[in-house]
């Protein structure tokens, strides 16, 4: 009979014990910013007429935004070498054109700038081609450069 008492004083205690146990949920919170960022670029390569240069040899990169339609990719218009010969000029815009492939596939040829909608969140691998640069007076021995500025903008 004690060991009876016994026992059914515990099962009380604990009945006691998980009427009074409350449950607490803990929640964790934050906020992604958004972010538009090249990654994996690599040059392109020149070669000429007698009066323009133009690529034989694409130059690219990989852009990456993590938000839908929060970006514009813009691609600047080139109007002079970054480097050329003494005496050697642009005459004009360089002929560009440029070609996503991946979330935002596009593709554009023009001398003047260029903005694609990054309508997509995800990957894009972007192609540039110098169609044509014309050189006044004449293309003159030596090395030549032409910079193409790309740029994440926010809408």
């Not at 034989?56 to 010969?85: E, I, M, R």
């Not at 007076?137 to 926010?154: D, H, M, R």
Request: hydrophobic share 45%; glycine share 6%; net charge negative.
């Amino acid at each position: 009979m004690n060991k009876l008492l016994t026992i059914l004083t515990v099962i009380a205690s604990l009945s006691l014990a998980s009427a009074t146990l409350k449950a607490e949920t803990l929640t964790f919170t934050g906020t992604a910013p958004a972010s538009c960022t090249f990654s994996g670029t690599s040059p392109g390569t020149l070669s000429n007429t007698s009066s323009a240069v133009f690529s034989t040899g694409q130059a690219g990169t990989t852009v990456t935004n993590n938000s839908a339609a929060a970006y514009t990719l813009d691609v600047a218009a080139v109007s002079s070498f970054s480097s050329a010969p003494s005496g050697a000029t642009m005459s004009g815009a360089a002929s560009i054109t440029t070609t996503l492939v991946g979330a935002n596939a596009a593709t554009d040829t023009s001398a003047a700038a260029q903005q694609f909608s990054l309508t997509t969140a995800g990957v894009d691998t972007v192609a540039i081609d110098i169609n044509s640069a014309t050189v006044t007076p004449t293309v003159l021995a030596g090395a030549y450069a032409i910079e193409v500025v790309l740029t994440c903008s926010s809408v």
